[in-house]
């Protein structure tokens, strides 16, 4: 494919589509944006948040499922939300019913060379990286597996309100041989973190989530926050590792700033690397 021409440019997407196209997208259920903007509560009434959740079907039977997924480790079948959190805690049924109000609101469309199991993969698996990333430098656990699991959220913006856009970023980046985020800027004229800011800013996330899906890519941008460079280190661990296997996958530049604000050593690495395989063989059991 060509580099795109006047008249294609002139088709490119504005911003101003990308704020509408958000705004038409429903609002997450009211249970999910209060357990995003309580994440370090873990003083939750359990039999409140069963009850909440339990009112919304699909996300019950989607949690549910995760919940009995080999990942867990459940010892027995797990048929009610309180059961859930009884078992795995809080903090495990939150991602859980995240993860599946997340993917609830973009469901799968038409959008020719765009792989949705291969992004949950992605999404996923940085999650489970950035948790287990967070645990060694003793910073909220929760928000890094949240964060990672919405860092490329933009994406399925794109995706999902402008398939025939997006599927023609898709061939240039086959074409060309570049990085997807190149692709979208040359084709669209926009990218899936500028997507990304939009419906955070719509979904009101808290500033930290919005920084860590502004700054996945390029960290600079928002300073040296610690959890920017955790999921910007967590993206490129997991692209290096293959998990979505998704065919010619790049490995987006790592940024030595966010490389070196996380202070690891490589033993420390090699252990997160090795523990990052093994749960999301066991996660990827439920996608």
Not at 54 to 64: G, M, P, S, V, Y
Not at 91 to 118: M, Y
């Amino acid at each position: 494919m060509s580099i795109p021409t006047t008249q294609e440019i002139l088709q490119r997407i504005q911003f101003d589509e990308i704020v509408q196209q958000v705004r038409d997208l429903p609002s997450l259920p009211a249970v999910v944006m209060e357990l995003l903007s309580n994440i370090d509560e873990e003083n939750i009434d359990i039999s409140v948040l069963a009850k909440k959740v339990a009112q919304d079907q699909a996300l019950t039977a989607k949690t549910l499922r995760f919940a009995n997924s080999s990942f867990y480790g459940t010892p027995s079948k797990v048929t009610t939300i309180q059961q859930a959190i009884a078992l795995l805690g809080v903090a495990n049924v939150r991602n859980l019913i995240t993860a599946a109000a997340i993917s609830g609101s973009f469901p799968e469309n038409q959008c020719a060379g765009f792989d949705f199991k291969a992004f949950w993969k992605h999404s996923m698996a940085t999650a489970v990286c950035a948790k287990l990333l967070a645990r060694h430098l003793h910073i909220n656990s929760d928000y890094a597996f949240t964060a990672g699991l919405l860092h490329d959220i933009g994406r399925l913006v794109l995706v999902t309100r402008f398939p025939e856009h997006y599927a023609t970023a898709i061939a240039y980046r086959v074409e060309h041989d570049c990085y997807m985020l190149d692709a979208e800027r040359a084709v669209l004229g926009i990218d899936h973190v500028i997507a990304g800011h939009a419906l955070a800013l719509h979904w009101h996330f808290s500033d930290i989530m919005q920084h860590a899906i502004v700054g996945h890519h390029e960290p600079e941008k928002t300073g040296t926050n610690q959890l920017v460079s955790l999921i910007h280190v967590a993206n490129s661990i997991v692209h290096a590792l293959d998990l979505s296997n998704v065919e010619d996958d790049l490995v987006p530049p790592m940024s030595l700033l966010a490389w070196n604000n996380l202070g690891l050593n490589e033993e420390t690495y090699q252990l997160v690397f090795r523990q990052t395989v093994l749960q999301f063989e066991k996660i990827n059991l439920v996608l």
